[in-house]
């Protein structure tokens, strides 16, 4: 299983970022997704995951109103829109497959991770 994140780097306070992240390897549409971040120095921490269905979703209270999560499953992708970007945003973004088709917001629950991506927002 292969999941290869891309769409970070460097934003400004406000503005928007969209990750990617392409799955290979995998029933990709039986599988729940999450979105991942971890800042230097602290536990990585859930973002947004998304029903195999891509019709339930849920957030992070720290993100939920500014960032959506969506995917193709004809794509085997899954994407985070980041909107009203805020400096305590920046960190190393995951992409992570559930173990089964419905997860929560424990790490402990995802089975196969990505190498994560850089978002940087400067005020």
């Known amino acids: 299983v292969q999941l290869q994140a891309s769409g970070g780097g460097l934003g400004q306070a406000g503005g928007s970022l969209r990750l990617s992240c392409a799955a290979s390897?995998?029933?990709?549409?039986?599988?729940?997704m999450g979105w991942f971040r971890q800042a230097p120095g602290k536990e990585r921490e859930f973002v947004a995951g998304?029903?195999?269905?891509?019709?339930?979703?849920s957030y992070a209270d720290s993100v939920r109103g500014r960032f959506a999560i969506s995917r193709d499953n004809s794509k085997n992708t899954v994407y985070l829109e980041m909107n009203n970007l805020k400096p305590e945003d920046t960190a190393v973004y995951f992409c992570?497959?559930?173990?089964?088709?419905?997860?929560?917001?424990?790490?402990?629950?995802?089975?196969?991770w990505g190498r994560g991506t850089q978002v940087t927002v400067s005020s």
């Open positions: 390897g995998l029933a990709f549409s039986s599988y729940f």
């Open positions: 992570a497959v559930a173990r089964s088709s419905y997860a929560g917001m424990s790490p402990d629950l995802y089975r196969y």
């Open positions: 998304i029903s195999w269905r891509g019709d339930t979703s």
